[in-house]
């Protein structure tokens, strides 16, 4: 089983630059492809960034593509999430996210669905000021 911690999380401004980091701890085995999520309140969790369990493949929203980049440390173990050129609607709590997927075999888009992922972290608050 794996556990994930976030941090990094804070108060930004419009134009400015946070990094979130996620922490993995348990059982290497079982990591597939990770993935950062967001949700803001009253809306559903939406799909940020992900990236493969070797790190060769990365993937992003529309809405942080150009802006966001996803990397990782395997000898860390951890996640990243650098963020730049920030907006107010990044206003969300972030989750990093362990998929459940076969770590070879998967496509693009499952790796937007929530429910492709087992473990999740606990969130870190991300809030933008314009």
């Known amino acids: 089983q794996v556990q994930l911690v976030e941090s990094g999380g804070g108060l930004g401004q419009a134009g400015g630059s946070l990094t979130l980091s996620c922490a993995a701890s348990?059982?290497?085995?079982?990591?597939?492809?990770m993935a950062w999520f967001r949700q803001a309140p009253g809306k559903e969790r939406e799909f940020v960034a992900a990236?493969?369990?070797?790190?060769?493949?990365?993937y992003y929203a529309d809405s942080v593509k150009g802006r966001f980049t996803i990397s990782k440390d395997n000898a860390k173990n951890t996640l990243s999430l650098q963020m730049n050129s920030l907006k107010p609607e990044d206003t969300a709590v972030y989750y990093c996210a362990t998929s459940i997927l076969d770590r070879y075999y998967y496509s693009a888009a499952s790796l937007r669905e929530p429910a492709n992922f087992g473990a999740w972290g606990q969130g870190t608050q991300v809030t933008v000021s314009s």
């Open positions: 990236i493969s369990w070797d790190g060769d493949n990365t």
């Open positions: 348990g059982r290497a085995s079982s990591r597939g492809a």
